[in-house]
């Protein structure tokens, strides 16, 4: 069985190393299009929507995809994470103006962090495929943060690509006071709720 991650991101790629020795990465590149019910149904469409698309390039031996299937089942793993906090979706910022208006928000206060996965298993030669996705969350608590503090951080570079403006596991972690759930589904992959998921999915 080939594994696909479609993710471009070095924290994801590199959590997935945990559980599979070898896998292949090919980003997803579609338009974010799922509409928002709840920050769980949101990111499992997120991630579907991910999976969905690799697989069918995939398939449908698309020249931009380097995979020779020889009839071998392959295993797509999407996902997607997002920071929901005062009833706001909080992806990227935009530049650094944004970012300071993120981290304002989440200063002396909780969040949470929802990571959607899906994974999508194609069979063989057959188009068929089929899929099952799932979300994690895990609250995060941050301390309260002074202008300059925020300022210092932002200047670092760091929180210019993370969804919610900071990562975890870097400077920022200094600001981080404790979380409710699954530390490495805020750094971007939650690998044990994916490892068992995996375990009940995929043929005996």
């Known amino acids: 069985m080939k594994v696909v991650l479609a ?5 994801s790629q590199e959590l997935l190393s945990h559980l599979f020795t070898d896998f292949m990465i090919i980003p997803a590149q579609g338009e974010e299009k799922a509409v928002f019910t709840t920050p769980e149904e949101y990111v499992r469409n997120l991630a579907t929507d991910k999976a969905k698309e690799i697989a069918e390039k995939i398939l449908s031996k698309d ?5 020779t299937t020889d009839n071998e089942d392959i295993l797509v793993i999407g996902a997607d994470t997002i920071v929901y906090a005062d009833s706001q979706v909080l992806g990227k910022p935009k530049d650094t103006d944004d970012a300071y208006r993120i981290l304002s ?3 002396g206060t909780s969040h949470q962090v929802y990571t959607g996965v899906c994974f999508l298993l194609t069979k063989g030669k057959t188009q068929a495929f089929i899929t099952h996705s799932f979300a994690e969350k895990t609250e995060v608590f941050v301390d ?3 202008p300059d503090e925020i300022r210092d951080y932002i200047a670092t570079g760091d929180p210019l690509d993370k969804a919610g403006s900071y990562g975890i596991q870097g400077v920022f972690s200094k600001h981080i006071t404790h979380i409710n759930g699954d530390y490495f589904n805020v750094v971007g992959l939650p690998v044990s709720r994916i490892y068992r998921e995996l375990r009940d999915f995929l043929p005996k």
Do not use: D, M
């Open 7 to 11: 993710s471009k991101s070095p924290r």
């Open 105 to 107: 928000l989440l200063s």
């Open 144 to 146: 309260t943060l002074s």
């Open 63 to 67: 020249a931009e995809i380097s995979v």
